[in-house]
């Protein structure tokens, strides 16, 4: 997404040592998480003798006949490149369930570069392997295509085209949300904290069924609101270079750059029309929040106020900045509220789960959570008190994902808030962010939302 990349509900983890997952319990008090769960990672020790195989040991619930014959299929295909000796490196799990030892050997790259991305390979590997959603890995042999991708990768003599080779393993899992983003990627991944970014103004996302790049929304009073660009608009090229199989963060980092200068691309509209539009990149300043008090009057004549208020993404200041301001609408005698998610194409879970908290009361289920192992959990709050129990609007349309329409769901399915609007964007996962030992960050779906009527967000 461009300018602001957190387009997907995220759990955050800055080391790859654990990941953290969604507590059973809500906070009122805190705003966190309060309760969190770890899974080891791959240490793998890598030697850098180029005429060495390397070897990886896992803890792995696979038939010992399974493992051998992985083992001479590797070493049989290499045997005339790379002598006998092996490395030992670890994968370790903390998990009794994984009881099977299997050691897999592969032949260490003689480009260094590309060497230091065969160990990022492994992290992702048993990242996906320990915490992926989907247990069966879209029916397909994990351990294999570790095998599989490590032996492509072999050849290969830089680090863009064995990055390539990590994506291509993950697409096969058949997860869009589950990707691998280079270390200046993540670094423009975390731009965004304090709203202020030099873009043309647009959220952008990969459209699921079709991998495309649609547009979620356009900054108001942006480059790309200016030059017309709309809602659902399809990019098609950034300077001249396609978009095939570009991820939204690949492409935002495309569409970003310094204020001042301009960059060009092409999309196509919802009647199959293309345009190219050359956009002026500028200081983009991302409120995530805007309000006004509306006055009229009832049938019966009396003046009557009501509040509106527009979310545009969950920053991590979301939920504050929502509370002053309906603290202060209340102070002007505001007695209903429309609160506005369209377009706002989500955020983190955490900021979507303390704004439902503003407007809820007691111990509230505000979501559910289903694991790898179909085991659902929800989400409450704890001795929740809300801001204020006036009537409440949600307004949502197609470019409402994420955690909007977690919000959307809890104040619907608990009694609060009337929905008005179209059928929203239907992205009901949760990522993990994982930073690797070289900077770059593997996002992992862990889970699936059901609202707490168990609608399927999805």
């Known amino acids: 997404m461009e300018p602001l990349c957190s387009n997907f509900d995220l759990l955050k983890s800055s080391r790859p040592t654990s990941i953290p997952l969604l507590s059973h319990r809500f906070s009122c008090f805190n705003r966190g998480i309060v309760k969190k769960s770890s899974v080891s990672l791959p240490c793998a020790s890598y030697s850098h003798d180029p005429n060495q195989l390397q070897a990886v040991k896992t803890e792995a619930p696979l038939p010992q006949s399974n493992g051998h014959d992985l083992i001479k299929s590797i070493t049989k295909g290499f045997v005339g490149f790379v002598a006998a000796a092996t490395a030992l490196a ?13 050691t897999v050997t592969f032949p260490v790259s003689r480009t260094q570069e590309v060497n230091t991305v065969q160990r990022t390979l492994v992290e992702a590997w048993g990242l996906i392997r320990e915490t992926f959603v989907d247990p069966t890995y879209n029916h397909q042999d994990w351990d ?69 790049l649609v547009v ?15 809602e659902g608009d399809e990019l098609i090229e950034i300077n001249g270079q396609g978009l095939d199989g570009v991820d939204s963060e690949a492409a935002a980092l495309r569409l970003r750059g310094h204020a001042g200068t301009t960059v060009t691309g092409k999309d196509s509209g919802s009647g199959s029309s293309m345009k190219e539009v050359k956009l002026p990149r500028e200081y983009i300043r991302l409120s995530p929040m805007s309000s006004t008090v509306i006055p009229h009057r009832t049938p019966d004549g ?61 111990n509230e289920t505000l979501v559910n959570t289903i694991d790898r192992d179909g ?36 104040l619907h399915d608990n009694g609060r808030a009337i929905l008005v609007g179209h059928k929203t964007f239907g992205k009901g996962k949760i990522q993990s962010v994982t930073e690797l030992h070289d900077g770059s960050a593997l996002f ?8 707490p009527a168990l609608h399927d967000i999805d």
């Open 90 to 102: 670890s994968v370790c799990s903390d998990s009794p369930a994984f009881a099977e030892s299997l």
């Open 144 to 212: 294999l295509k570790l095998q599989q991708t490590m032996v492509e990768m072999f050849p290969l003599k830089s680090a863009d085209a064995a990055y390539g080779k990590i994506r291509g393993m993950l697409s096969t899992l058949g997860d869009p949300f589950t990707r691998i983003v280079s270390p200046k990627e993540y670094q423009n991944f975390r731009i965004g904290s304090d709203g202020n970014l030099q873009g043309v103004g647009l959220f952008i996302s990969v459209e699921p069924k079709t991998g495309h």
């Open 216 to 230: 979620l929304s356009c900054v108001e009073g942006s480059p790309a609101a200016r030059a017309g660009i709309q």
């Open 302 to 362: 009396r003046l009557t106020k009501t509040g509106y208020v527009k979310l545009s993404t969950f920053s991590q200041s979301a939920a504050t900045d929502m509370k002053n301001t309906i603290h202060d609408m209340e102070s002007q005698g505001v007695n209903s509220y429309i609160l506005d998610l369209r377009n706002n194409p989500g955020g983190l879970v955490k900021a979507g789960l303390d704004v439902a908290q503003i407007w809820l009361e007691g």
């Open 375 to 410: 085991h659902m959990s929800p989400i409450n709050m704890v001795n929740g008190h809300a801001v204020t129990h006036d009537p409440l609007i949600v307004l949502v349309n197609e470019g409402s994902a994420s955690a909007s329409e977690i919000l959307a769901g809890a």
């Open 444 to 451: 992992v779906t862990v889970a699936k939302y059901l609202s």
